[in-house]
């Protein structure tokens, strides 16, 4: 059966579908989701994708490259809509977005400086201006943006970029926060220092964000849980849950405990790295 992307909004939280023994309150729902892209040849991308977004949670998703992870992101903030399936989110207040979405190609506009760039994450809030502005220049500030809120793009090193992207799409309050691959244009150091920086952005907030990635280091480092998908067309072959507590000192990453989860997750990989159409 071929059904629309929907969207789907449960606007009472009370309704929230409640499946597992702790009790994780389910925030959006990717049900049988299926997608073929139609041109001159048909690319099947996704192959009945079944998950669940927990509220709150930090979730990754890793794949082989093409295995179709943005395209699975466009389907949850409806840029795009599946072949078959639905994906249904649970809204729980009328005046955030539902979704906002970071790129890896930092996706500012060159011809609007920093501080009106990240406005545009309220451009549809309907809050009145003074609202507004407090509200932009605190993401500014948590993003160590707050000294270049007139600079223009031009002036700004990608890691700069890269925060006024992440300041545009939290300033919204979004129910869920989608992330494809943001760090993977950056050096290493940078790539590291933003690491930390969503590290404590999220520690403390009960966020719901969905972050693609192809690290499994960063995967394991942000997420609460990492979803494992196959070659093309994807398919979600196993989720993990992360048994690390928050807030989390980025060092975890040399302990033994963590490179076994990596190398776990890696083999999962190698098993689904080939492509089946
Ligand atoms: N608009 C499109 N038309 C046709 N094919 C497409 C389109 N967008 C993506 N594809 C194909 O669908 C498959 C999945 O693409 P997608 O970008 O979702 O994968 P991905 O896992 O995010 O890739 P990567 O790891 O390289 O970022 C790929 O084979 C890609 O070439």
């Not at 729902?29 to 669940?52: E, F, M, W």
């Not at 398919?235 to 975890?252: A, G, N, Q």
Request: contains cysteine; aromatic residues 6%.
């Amino acid at each position: 059966m071929t059904t629309a992307h929907t969207n789907t909004m449960h606007t009472e939280v009370g309704s929230l579908e409640v499946t597992d023994s702790s009790a994780r309150q389910i925030k959006a729902t990717i049900r049988d989701v299926s997608k073929v892209y139609r041109g001159r040849t048909q690319v099947p991308a996704l192959d009945n994708v079944d998950a669940h977004i927990y509220d709150g949670e930090f979730l990754t998703i890793v794949g082989p490259s093409g295995c179709g992870k943005s395209t699975l992101l466009r389907m949850i903030n409806g840029l795009q809509r599946p072949s078959e399936g639905a994906v249904e989110i649970s809204k729980s207040s009328t005046d955030r977005p539902l979704t906002s979405m970071v790129f890896q190609d930092y996706s500012v506009y060159p011809w609007m400086n920093v501080f009106d760039n990240v406005s545009l994450g309220l451009a549809r809030s309907g809050l009145p201006k003074p609202e507004k502005h407090s509200r932009v220049r605190v993401w500014l500030d948590r993003l160590d943006l707050g000294k270049f809120e007139s600079a223009y793009p031009s002036e700004l090193s990608g890691g700069m970029l890269q925060r006024v992207a992440i300041a545009r799409a939290l300033v919204a309050e979004p129910e869920i926060l989608l992330m494809d691959e943001p760090f993977a244009a950056l050096d290493a150091q940078l790539r590291r220092r933003l690491q930390e920086e969503l590290l404590e952005i999220v520690g403390d907030a009960g966020r719901t964000v969905v972050f693609v990635t192809h690290s499994l280091e960063e995967a394991i480092l942000l997420g609460d849980r990492v979803l494992v998908m196959s070659a093309r067309p994807g398919r979600i072959v196993d989720s993990v849950d992360i048994p690390f507590d928050r807030p989390r000192d980025p060092e975890l990453r040399k302990s033994p405990e963590f490179r076994d989860l990596e190398e776990r997750l890696w083999l999962m990989l190698k098993e689904h790295a080939t492509a089946t159409a």
